[in-house]
């Protein structure tokens, strides 16, 4: 699977929208781009994920840019109980290992 | 709609012991995943059980073992514990030959050994 890399962490005021950037410049045609979050002392969370076209969903949007090698994820309205740590992953349609990176902070403040 | 639970929550062992954890995946998931996270780390996969058989192994020694039950719950056991086995194990079910990979994780074992 193709390696993802993300800022180590962020800030973002609540109500805000918040942008996590995610790098993959490595990744394959058949390789989704999954997005999952972990709230502290939790597990992980499914969040959305995407090929080619952008999605949205009830909890975030997620844009992919043409030549796929980067996507944004994107909180509309973050609130203090979105402070998580965020995962970028690049993980094809036949796989199911997830390989989670180190990830981003997110912090959201009042 | 059950979600997936693990048990215990917390456990302490020594170094050189043995340990059973165990995990109910969510209704209807005949898949499940275990996974080591290290503090300050991301989880790193250890297995998938696909009808009470391995079928995916990440870079964890033989020590590391598992076992999926008719009812699709499972353990993970770890023989001979070392002090880097501490660690939180998290356990995620999922449907296999769904169309996406949505997975779902449990809340997690905090396992210490010292």
């Known amino acids: 699977d193709a390696k993802t890399t993300q800022p180590p962490s962020m800030d973002c005021a609540e109500g805000r929208a918040a942008n996590l950037p995610c790098n993959h410049s490595?990744?394959?045609?058949?390789?989704?781009v999954y997005w999952y979050r972990q709230i502290h002392s939790q597990g992980p969370q499914y969040i959305i994920h995407?090929?080619?076209n952008n999605e949205t969903n009830e909890m975030a949007s997620l844009i992919i840019t043409e030549d796929r090698k980067s996507s944004t994820l994107i909180l509309p309205h973050a609130t203090l109980r979105d402070t998580a740590v965020y995962y970028c992953?690049?993980?094809?349609?036949?796989?199911?290992?997830?390989?989670f990176g180190a990830g981003t902070t997110v912090t959201v403040r009042a | 709609e059950t979600g997936v639970t693990q048990s215990p929550t917390h456990l302490i062992k020594t170094r050189g012991q043995q340990v059973t954890l165990r995990c109910s995946s969510q209704?209807?998931?005949?898949?499940v995943s275990w996974y080591q996270q290290a503090l300050g780390q991301g989880p790193q996969f250890i297995f998938q059980y696909y009808r009470e058989e391995e079928n995916g192994r990440g870079n964890f020694p033989p020590r590391f073992s598992g076992l999926q039950f008719p009812n699709y719950s499972s353990e993970l056991n770890v023989n001979a514990l070392e002090l880097d086995d501490s660690a939180l194990y998290l356990c995620a079910s999922r449907v296999a030959g769904g169309t996406y990979n949505e997975q779902f994780f449990g809340p997690g074992t905090r396992l210490t050994v010292l």
């Open positions: 490595t990744i394959s045609g058949n390789e989704y």
């Open positions: 209704s209807g998931h005949n898949t």
């Open positions: 995407g090929l080619k």
């Open positions: 992953i690049a993980l094809s349609s036949n796989d199911y290992k997830l390989s």
